[in-house]
């Protein structure tokens, strides 16, 4: 299994733009906390989190395709359950994105699926704010912007609101969740 230094070094490796580097230590915390939630391993759902987009920048055309076969390659020799659930996981997220057709199907992919999105509002939400401070950001200022369509257009409301149904978590409460994980790491969001 990949470990969280090589996920981060192969991120930093791939990634020259800061904010989507930001943007997975993001996801990485949400899928952290999203895995406490569900009794399940955090450091492995944390590192799945983490390079989900490490091939975003350099192969958008080809994302998370380029990804899955750096890994596949790398675990070849090596590939089980982890290895698989990880491949699985990043194919999952991009659901309905460059012709890719595998719906999530278990609770770490889905997890993915809603958080990624979420994490994006979430930001764009701190920074329409005065003082541009995460830790002062709450579910409510969340909910707020969540009717308003041409606030963060980019971010699908749709594929976050499947927590509701895919996660059993309502939306304040997912919201909840990811928002605090986030908040844990706000330092390293330079936010």
Partial sequence: MITRQDAFDLVTTWIENKNLVKHMLAV????????KHF????EYWKIIGLIHD????KYPDKHPLYLIDYLEKLFENKKGFKEQGLIDAIRA????YNGLT?????????SLYCCDELTGLIIAVTLVRPEKRLELVTVENVLSKWEKKDFAK???????????E???IKLPDF???VLKSMQCIANDLEL
């Fill in 166 to 168: 895919k996660l059993g």
């Fill in 39 to 42: 009794g399940e391993d955090e």
């Fill in 154 to 164: 980019g971010v699908s409301r749709s594929q976050i609101a499947l927590c509701e």
């Fill in 102 to 110: 595998t719906e999530p199907k278990s609770k770490l992919e889905w």
């Fill in 93 to 96: 997220h991009a659901y309905n």
């Fill in 175 to 177: 919201i909840e969740i």
């Fill in 54 to 57: 490490a091939d975003y920048e």
């Fill in 28 to 35: 990485e915390a949400a899928m952290g906390s999203l895995a």
